[in-house]
């Protein structure tokens, strides 16, 4: 089983694709999350989302053996290795999660989607189009495209 939240940080004032925020990603191994460290591991959030859902959809599509993933001006990471049984995600402490490609799919969807929903970007704004377009690039996975 594994979880994701994305989570933007309080008193930044109107939504912007530039808000600082945190990622985390719980498992049955374990916890990797950008909050609480010294020094911070905060990250922009929408940009970092856009450049997980971006990656994540291709690793999934394709043959690579291992995603590497940093969150946009952060130390954060992530780490997605092919298993014989499926896929481990990792953060910096380890593997945190054994799970499928459907079962991380839908769940950084939803996130992902939550996000977006409970702080809409203004159509506006300069990230909002990466935004919907990683998204709209996405969602399909959930309904097999992946391998």
Request: zero cysteines.
């Amino acid at each position: 089983m594994i979880t994701v939240q994305f989570t933007v940080r309080p008193g930044q004032g109107d939504t912007s694709g530039f808000d600082l925020g945190d990622m985390t990603v719980a498992g049955d191994l374990g916890t990797a999350e950008s909050a609480g460290h010294v020094p911070d591991q905060g990250m922009m959030i929408y940009l970092s989302v856009v450049q997980l859902l971006d990656s994540l959809g291709d690793f999934l599509q394709g043959n690579a053996r291992v995603l590497s993933f940093t969150g946009a001006d952060t130390s954060f990471g992530l780490v997605v290795r092919r298993t014989k049984d499926g896929l481990s995600v990792a953060g910096k402490s380890g593997v945190v999660a054994r799970t499928t490609a459907p079962e991380l799919i839908s769940v950084v969807l939803r996130a992902a989607e939550d996000l977006g929903l409970g702080r809409a970007l203004p159509p506006e704004d300069p990230v909002a189009s990466d935004w919907d377009a990683a998204l709209a690039a996405f969602r399909p996975l959930v309904s097999g495209g992946e391998e």
